[in-house]
C-alpha cells in the first residue's frame, strides 16, 4: 500500500513539478490523500482506491484544474 507519508514524500522531490499520471491502488482517496495530490500541480490522470471516498471528497477534484480523468477502485 502507498500511504499519504509516501505520496507526500515524492511530492518533495524535483520530479512532482512534470508528473501528469498518477496512480497509486493502494492509496485511498480520502481528504488527506486529495491534499497531496494537490502537490503535483500538473496532474492530468489520477488512480486509487475508492473505498473511503464520499461526495464532499470528490466534489474537491474540482480544485484540479487539470484534471481529465479519474480512475477509482473499490
Given at each position: 500500500?502507498?500511504?499519504v507519508a509516501d505520496l507526500n514524500k515524492?511530492?518533495?522531490?524535483?520530479?512532482?513539478g512534470t508528473l501528469t499520471k498518477l496512480t497509486f491502488w493502494g492509496c485511498?482517496?480520502?481528504p488527506k490523500a486529495v491534499d497531496a495530490f494537490k502537490?503535483?500541480?500538473k496532474l492530468t490522470h489520477l488512480g486509487a482506491w475508492g473505498r473511503q471516498?464520499?461526495?464532499?471528497?470528490l466534489g474537491r477534484l474540482k480544485e484540479f484544474?487539470?484534471?481529465?480523468?479519474v480512475?477509482?477502485?473499490a
Open positions: 500500500p502507498v500511504s515524492l511530492a518533495a522531490t524535483p520530479s512532482a485511498d482517496l480520502d502537490k503535483f500541480p471516498t464520499d461526495d464532499a471528497t484544474p487539470g484534471l481529465a480523468a480512475a477509482l477502485r
